[in-house]
């Protein structure tokens, strides 16, 4: 019999994204999703002591970008910071945009580091989630980007973009 573990992981991620957008709505984010494009950097997976495995996003047009650490069942010591950088693998740390220390009572925790993209930054950014003190820890990261001066790229090519949100 063939596993799903893949596809459980995928339902868990966008159930938790659905929760994360209906909360955002009550908290009068209303309007989060307009000209806004969504970008899962950090695949929701279970890391056992250092760096989840994440990817850029690429910042152009946008005015600003926020990056959500979801946890899921964790021991450990949770810490993320963005870095930045010219090119796609950036390396700069940006001062101040840390998350330092959640810990292993915070279970199904969100967390969120919101980036002002109209000063002088960088176009490409990165999460780095480091876990540790841990036997296995769940987590999960998305970026939001927001008040887009341009359309987020058509379905074929997001490249793990979220091109439409539908609420019924």
């Known amino acids: 019999m063939k596993s799903k573990p893949i596809s459980m992981w995928f339902c868990a991620a966008c159930a938790a994204l659905g929760l994360l957008a209906s909360a955002l709505v009550c908290l009068g984010f209303t309007g989060i999703f307009e000209e806004s494009a969504v970008k899962v950097v950090t695949l929701p997976q279970s890391k056992n002591n250092g760096d989840a495995t994440s990817t850029y996003v690429d910042t152009a047009g946008y005015k ?3 990056f959500l650490l979801l946890t899921g069942a964790t021991d450990c010591t949770i810490d993320m910071h963005i870095h930045e ?3 796609t693998s950036p390396t700069t740390n940006i001062t101040g945009a840390a998350i330092t220390q959640l810990s292993g009572t915070d279970d199904g925790k969100c967390a969120a580091i919101q980036i002002d993209l109209t000063g002088a930054r960088l176009r490409y950014m990165a999460p780095v ?3 540790s003190n841990v036997t ?3 987590v999960s990261c998305v970026a939001i980007l927001s008040h887009g001066q341009v359309s987020p790229p058509p379905l074929s090519d997001a490249s793990g973009y979220l091109k439409e949100l539908i609420r019924k």
């Open 129 to 131: 989630v480091t876990l």
């Open 64 to 66: 600003s970008v926020t």
């Open 85 to 87: 950088g010219a090119t």
């Open 136 to 138: 296995a820890g769940l």
